[in-house]
């Protein structure tokens, strides 16, 4: 059973300051990871994708992989109150033809 | 333009009932998928085709079906709907797969209640 764990939070973070998402997964065989953010009410949408070991940085994202532990991670720096939401993070254990593997999410909250 | 488009967004029916959902993608993507998203905001892959394979999830009923007129829609019909059906789901497609690169782009989502 191929699995992705997130805490599900919430987690409350005062804004201007960095929020740290983490997820682990179970097949050791995946290549791709992604975090989808995903509103109350609306889709999911992809902020981040990582394929390789180390960091991928996009504007204030930073998505960190480490296929040895199987972790995932996403930092999101000077945090906005418009970051909170739901954080998926997603897993393709190969080839993409099957579809992602999510996690439950984080309720991610910026406190004003 | 939108690049994933489901209709209807909303759709309310008996128990027993048939629906269909459609989707459409102009991003010229070669893999279009459906996921289930049910209360627990918990999202689960039901479909993946291209037009060549379709790879079902096992845990999904055979009342399920897709169905691809072309490269561009993958609509899914639901026969003989049961109250757990109800949920949010959601279409995606995802340039060529086998690159492990794939990422994928959603839908807007269409909300159904069995009642």
């Known amino acids: 059973q191929k699995e992705v764990e997130q805490n599900s939070g919430p987690l409350s973070v005062p804004e201007g300051a960095i929020a740290s998402l983490n997820c682990t997964y179970s097949?050791?065989?995946?290549?791709?990871f992604f975090w989808y953010r995903q509103y109350s009410g609306k889709s999911p949408e992809l902020i981040m994708s990582i394929y390789s070991n180390g960091d991928k940085e996009d504007g204030r994202f930073t998505a960190q992989l480490n296929k040895a532990s199987q972790y995932v991670s996403l930092l999101i720096r000077d945090s906005q109150p418009s970051d909170s939401a739901t954080y998926l993070c997603?897993?393709?254990?190969?080839?993409?033809?099957?579809?992602?593997?999510f996690g439950k999410g984080t309720h991610l909250i910026i406190q004003p | 333009d939108t690049a994933v488009s489901q209709t209807p967004k909303y759709l309310v029916t008996q128990m027993g009932n048939d629906k269909s959902i459609k989707c459409e993608q102009n991003?010229?993507?070669?893999?279009m998928y459906w996921y289930k998203q049910d209360s627990k905001k918990f999202l689960k892959i039901m479909f993946s085709?291209?037009?060549?394979?379709?790879?079902i999830n096992e845990t999904v009923p055979n009342r399920f079906s897709p169905k691809s007129p072309d490269k561009a829609h993958l609509n899914l019909h639901i026969n003989s709907l049961e109250l757990g059906d109800s949920a949010v789901y959601f279409c995606?497609?995802?340039?060529?797969?086998?690159?492990?690169?794939?990422?994928?782009?959603f839908g807007p989502g269409t909300r159904l209640t069995v009642t």
């Open positions: 097949d050791r065989g995946s290549q791709s």
């Open positions: 995606a497609s995802s340039p060529k797969t086998g690159t492990g690169m794939a990422e994928q782009y």
């Open positions: 085709y291209n037009n060549k394979e379709l790879i």
């Open positions: 991003l010229g993507h070669d893999t």
């Open positions: 997603a897993v393709d254990p190969g080839g993409g033809a099957d579809g992602l593997t």
